[in-house]
């Protein structure tokens, strides 16, 4: 026997409940190392310490009031905080239940924003790489397929007030449409 099942062995040493074969295995390894006999003894003095004890008087409603505190214990209502900390929604710790949320939110936005169908007017820009002194004298410009018309001179009054007038009649024009 060594020490190590020596020291597992000591309880059932005391209560004499040893086979006859680790019985012997086990005195012969006492009588031959100090420091295991040293632990039995510290081990039986400290049960033959407590005979001396004596014994505790508590009053006749002891085990009854312990069990009503146990069960006033048992039966009290979780703080809400704590409830919350518990919390786990889809099995998931609160913090990562949110990060999830947070990413499903962000990729939900952005996918939403990428393929989202803007409405922007197709133009054709080499038509604004010439000097603008030349704009009215090149080909009418072109917007979504529809025919712009160029804008005269901005330089004399009577010009502003044509190009005003026909606007004003373009815008009247596509109200009349819609109101359609």
């Given amino acids: 026997m060594n020490c190590y099942n020596f020291e597992e062995n000591i309880s059932v040493f005391i209560e004499s409940d040893l086979s006859l074969k680790l019985r012997k295995e086990f005195i012969q390894h006492r009588e031959t190392c100090p420091g295991c006999e040293d632990k039995l003894n510290g081990i039986v003095s400290i ?3 407590f005979k001396q004890i004596e014994s505790v008087a508590t009053s006749t409603d002891f085990v009854k009031n312990l069990h009503q505190r146990i069960d006033k214990y048992n039966s009290r209502k979780e703080p809400l905080f704590t409830r919350l900390l518990n919390f786990q929604p889809f099995g998931l710790k609160p913090v990562a239940a949110l990060g999830f949320v947070t990413a499903f939110t962000l990729l939900t936005i952005s996918s939403f924003l990428l393929f989202q169908d803007d409405n922007i007017p197709k133009l054709n820009v080499s038509e604004f790489s010439q000097k603008p002194s030349t704009l009215s004298n090149q080909a009418p410009l072109m917007v979504n397929s529809q025919q712009v ?7 004399r009054k009577d010009s502003l007030r044509d190009a005003s007038s026909r606007f004003d009649d373009q815008i009247l024009m596509v109200n009349q449409k819609e109101n359609k």
């Fill in 149 to 155: 018309p160029a804008v005269k001179d901005s330089t």
């Fill in 47 to 49: 049960i033959n310490s």
